[in-house]
């Protein structure tokens, strides 16, 4: 048992940055990987981010790699994602998964997360 809440999303102009954040109660935190899709409206959700259950490996899709950066905080039951040089094409709801193990394959995937959070929006302008 899990739950998950998202946090920090917004509206802001290509090129800035904006940081989400995500808290897990419910099960021991450090015991699982844990993951950020996203989901535009009408498209299917796509991996983004995901981190270890140290905190020692990181996962990235091609189209955020060097944008973005993924990181933990075991002791707040926290799950960062810092977004930046934003993108319109970065725009989606973005969720916050828990991993069904402390381990990701080299390529995560929807079905490796079993909990999900309710989302939160991010708008990039152009």
């Known amino acids: 048992q899990v739950q998950l809440v998202e946090s920090g999303g917004g509206l802001v102009q290509a090129g800035g940055s904006l940081r989400l954040s995500c808290t897990a109660s419910?099960?021991?935190?450090?015991?699982?990987?844990m993951g950020w899709f996203r989901q535009a409206p009408g498209k299917e959700r796509e991996f983004v981010a995901a981190?270890?259950?140290?905190?020692?490996?990181?996962y990235y899709a091609d189209s955020v790699k060097g944008r973005f950066t993924i990181s933990r905080d075991n002791a707040k039951n926290t799950v960062y994602l810092q977004m930046n040089s934003l993108k319109p094409e970065d725009t989606a709801v973005y969720y916050c998964?828990?991993?069904?193990?402390?381990?990701?394959?080299?390529?995560?995937?929807?079905?490796?997360?079993?909990?999900w959070g309710q989302g939160t929006q991010v708008t990039i302008s152009s």
């Open positions: 419910g099960r021991t935190f450090s015991n699982y990987a």
């Open positions: 998964a828990t991993g069904r193990s402390r381990l990701l394959p080299p390529t995560p995937r929807i079905a490796d997360f079993d909990s």
């Open positions: 981190v270890s259950w140290s905190g020692g490996s990181t």
